[in-house]
Structures are given as C-alpha cells and as structure tokens.
C-alpha cells in the first residue's frame, strides 16, 4: 500500500479532485487478492452516499486483482466499474513467457465497454512486448497503453528521478481519466 508510485498516484488523483482508496493485501494469492478487493467494493456500496464512477486498479500483481473483480462485476451490473487501471501489469514471470495465456484471461473476458489503461515499461522483464501486443488483440474491452520509455517492472528508468517518473505516469493516469468522461 505504501508503494512509492501508488502513494504518489493517490495524492496526485486527490489533488486533482478525485476520492482514491488504497488498501493492501498481505498474501500474493490472486484469489486472495480478488476477494480482498471484492471486501472493499462491498463497503463502498455500503455507504450512506452514491459513488457513481468507479475506477479499480493497481500495481503488478494488484493489477491482475482489479481486473478479475472488474470483470466478475461486469458480469453482475454493466457500469459497476468504469475502468481499469494496470500499473506494471506481470503478463509473465520472469523469463517464464508461457504463463501469459493464464494471465490475461480475466483481460480477455472483459466486456467491450470497459475501458483499460496500461501503464508499462518497456524494459519490465514481466512484459514481453510482442505477447503483450498479441493479447491486447485479443482483448474485446477498449485498451489504451502507455509504454515509459527504459521503465522495469517497478517503473523506475535508469538516468532519471524518481519523482520525474511518478509525475510522467501520474499525468498519464489522470489524462486518460478525464478522457474517460468523467
């Protein structure tokens, strides 16, 4: 939950009007991850006031989480999620690239309303670009992606601040948001 660009990204969607929940999950275990995440959008229905755009996202394995869930609320009301946001999405394991097709089938069970940003380095070892290209053409749903140039898998770049990355991504986040329409 305290991951640098999470934090960042949270504070820059605050600053720029949006309410933003993080929350962590101790265990990798997607199912976990999924559930935990379900947890949490039950307590936001809960609320005594109405949250009528939701986007779900996160970071690496937490990506792999917000698009299950999105996809299993998809299945329950049309425009429960608004979209989704994948920071770092690990299409693979390292050097691993045969566990893609496990991977990505909550991606490529999504409906083609929803709309998905990317956010990926190009040198993340956990996202061959020519797999990763190869299965956003599978993907019904409406996918935009942005690829930070010398970005790893943690989204650092070799030969800058961190602080002039987080801005980059931040501002591409925000940017693809408000394209959204909302």
Same mark, same amino acid.
């Given at each position: 939950?305290?991951?640098?660009?999470?934090?960042?990204?949270?504070?820059?969607?605050?600053?720029?009007?949006f309410l933003c929940l993080r929350f962590t999950c101790k265990s990798l275990q997607l199912p976990y991850?999924?559930? &935990?995440? $379900?947890?949490?959008?039950?307590? *936001?229905?809960? !609320?005594?006031?109405?949250?009528?755009?939701? +986007? /779900?996202? #996160?970071?690496?394995?937490?990506?792999?989480?917000?698009?299950?869930?999105?996809?299993?609320?998809?299945?329950?009301?049309?425009?429960?999620?608004?979209?989704?946001?994948?920071?770092?999405?690990?299409?693979?394991?390292?050097?691993?690239?045969? &566990?893609? $097709?496990?991977?990505?089938?909550? *991606?490529?069970? !999504?409906?083609?309303?929803?709309?998905?940003? +990317? /956010?990926? #380095?190009?040198?993340?070892?956990?996202?061959?670009?020519?797999?990763?290209?190869?299965?956003?053409?599978e993907m019904k749903a409406q996918v935009e992606v942005f690829w930070l140039r010398g970005g790893s898998?943690?989204?650092?770049?070799?030969?800058?601040?961190?602080?002039?990355?987080?801005?980059?991504?931040?501002?591409?986040?925000?940017?693809?948001?408000?394209?959204?329409?909302?």
């Amino acid at each position: 939950m305290n991951f640098k660009h999470l934090v960042s990204l949270s504070h820059s969607l605050a600053s720029n009007g949006f309410l933003c929940l993080r929350f962590t999950c101790k265990s990798l275990q997607l199912p976990y991850r999924v559930k &935990a995440y $379900r947890v949490m959008w039950d307590y *936001l229905k809960s !609320l005594e006031f109405t949250i009528k755009r939701i +986007f /779900v996202g #996160g970071r690496s394995m937490g990506s792999r989480a917000a698009t299950a869930l999105a996809r299993q609320l998809s299945d329950e009301s049309e425009d429960a999620v608004q979209g989704i946001i994948c920071l770092s999405f690990p299409l693979h394991p390292p050097a691993q690239t045969n &566990a893609q $097709r496990q991977r990505t089938e909550d *991606l490529r069970g !999504l409906p083609e309303h929803m709309p998905v940003l +990317f /956010v990926s #380095g190009t040198e993340d070892c956990m996202c061959d670009r020519v797999l990763f290209d190869g299965m956003v053409k599978e993907m019904k749903a409406q996918v935009e992606v942005f690829w930070l140039r010398g970005g790893s898998h943690g989204l650092t770049v070799k030969g800058r601040t961190d602080d002039s990355v987080l801005d980059e991504v931040n501002a591409q986040v925000i940017t693809w948001i408000n394209k959204q329409g909302f």
